[in-house]
Structure formats: structure tokens, C-alpha cells
């Protein structure tokens, strides 16, 4: 896997790389992962983005993504702020294109607006340089429109190789799962949505939903008062993270690096 020390060093230089410039960079990096010493030497290893957060009190981060309808976009934001809670949303650039409004409302509204790439492909498809066009092409659109660029991504289908979470990270932004999927793409009623959230959710979970799920504005509500009587304290995505030297486990919970 990439190192903290190589990361570090990519980042650093993120701001001199774009296009094809960052994808030499990226090829560079890729050509020290894969040699035959580093890939003998963690060859069980994984590059993994951020499926949960360890970190101290009960904290939970809830994300919708959204690339097709906007039929209950604003019912969400509602029902977000009469609850004084403020959440992640994973747009992807065509949908910011459709619907530019509504994610002027959702960043108005105190919401994270995140990049789910420019078209919806299936990242692991893609080389290096075609995820820096596609992602940066959402950022862009993004940008337009709220005046804050992305930092953080995710996946189309939840689907990901190493190129793909190597080549985001070297791009200077996190690639982020979940651990607690509401499945409101299959149209679940909102009770069985209620509870998938209910028994899965713990401190440092991220949660996620799609603001086109046809029962997600009807279980929203009943899962927020569950959560916060419970004592958790929800918080966009960005705000879950660990800051400072961090580590991500074999099931993808990121924690502080060890000192050692």
C-alpha cells in the first residue's frame, strides 16, 4: 500500500501537478507500489478508502448520493435542518449540471457537497489520467457553483481497485465507503430502512442513502430521533475524519497512526 511518508509527498506537490502532469506523478508512484520488493512485501495489502471513522465520543456522519432524480432533494434539506443536523452529499457532475439550484440550497444549507465523479462510470475501468479528468471535471462543476472544491470522493457503485483509491489519494483527496447501507436503491419500505440503519449504526459509522431512495424522506426523520436519542452527534463527513497522521485498517476504520 502507499506509504504516509509517499502520500505525504504526492500531496505536497499537488498543487504543481494537474492533467497529464499529476498522472505522470501518479504513474511514478505506481511504478514504486507494484515493484517486485514493495509488492513482496505487502502483497495481502490493500489501498482502502474510508469505510468508518475510530475516534473518541459517539459520532456518525450521514451521506446521500445523488445522480439521478431531485424530486426529494429539498424534503432532505428540510428535514436535515429541523433536526440541526448537517450531512454529506456525494453529487456527480451531471447531476450538478441539472440541478444547479438544488445544490446551492444543499451547500447553503450547511450541507457537504462531495465528488461522485462527472459521469458515473465505473472507476475501475479507467486509467489513472481518465479518474483525474473524470473527478476533476465533477470538482470543477462543483466548484462553479458553491465556491468550495471538493476534497473528498466516492466511488460510482461503490466499486474500486488500488489504481483508482491510489490515484484519488495522490490527487490530495479521500476516497469514502460506508459501513452502513440503508439498500433505499431498492426501494425499501421505511420501517425495513429504519431498521437496517438502526441495528448497523455505531460511533464512527457513515451511513449511506440516496436522495432518490423512494422511502428515504419517510424514514429520515424517525432514524435522526433514534440516533441523537441515543446520544450520537451527527457531522458531515469531513468533520468524522481524524485529522493529523492516520491509518486505516484492514476493514477500512481509519485511526491514528501509532507513534511507533
Not at 489520467?129 to 466548484?143: F, G, K, L, P, Y
Amino acid at each position: 500500500m502507499i506509504s504516509g511518508a509517499l502520500i505525504g509527498w504526492l500531496k505536497s506537490r499537488r498543487k504543481l501537478a494537474s492533467g497529464a502532469a499529476l498522472a505522470g506523478v501518479i504513474a511514478l508512484s505506481f511504478a514504486f507500489i507494484y515493484s517486485p520488493r514493495v509488492v513482496g512485501a505487502a502483497a495481502a495489502q490493500r489501498i482502502l478508502p474510508v469505510y468508518s471513522v475510530e475516534r473518541e465520543g459517539k459520532y456518525i456522519s450521514l451521506t446521500f448520493d445523488a445522480a439521478w432524480g431531485n424530486e426529494d432533494t429539498q424534503q432532505l434539506i428540510d428535514t436535515l435542518n429541523k433536526y440541526g443536523v448537517r450531512a454529506t452529499f456525494f453529487v456527480v457532475g451531471d447531476w450538478v449540471e441539472r440541478y444547479p439550484e438544488s445544490v446551492k440550497a444543499l451547500h447553503d444549507a450547511g450541507n457537504e457537497v462531495m465528488n461522485h465523479s462527472n459521469a458515473h462510470p465505473h472507476m475501475s475501468k479507467l486509467g489513472a489520467q481518465q479518474i483525474i479528468a473524470e473527478v476533476s471535471a465533477c470538482s470543477d462543476r462543483i466548484e462553479a457553483v458553491t465556491g468550495v472544491r471538493p476534497t473528498l470522493f466516492r466511488c460510482p457503485y461503490g466499486e474500486y481497485d488500488d489504481n483508482v483509491i491510489g490515484t484519488i489519494n495522490a490527487m490530495g483527496m479521500t476516497a469514502i465507503q460506508w459501513d452502513v447501507d440503508s439498500l433505499d436503491w431498492k426501494d425499501l419500505s421505511a420501517p425495513e430502512i429504519y431498521r437496517r440503519v438502526t441495528a448497523k449504526a455505531a460511533p464512527g459509522s457513515i451511513v449511506l442513502f440516496h436522495n432518490a431512495g423512494l422511502h428515504t424522506p419517510e424514514a429520515l426523520p424517525s432514524i435522526i430521533e433514534y440516533l441523537q436519542s441515543e446520544g450520537y452527534t451527527i457531522v458531515p463527513v469531513s468533520e468524522l475524519l481524524l485529522q493529523g497522521s492516520t491509518a486505516i485498517d484492514h476493514t477500512g476504520r481509519q485511526h491514528a497512526a501509532s507513534a511507533g
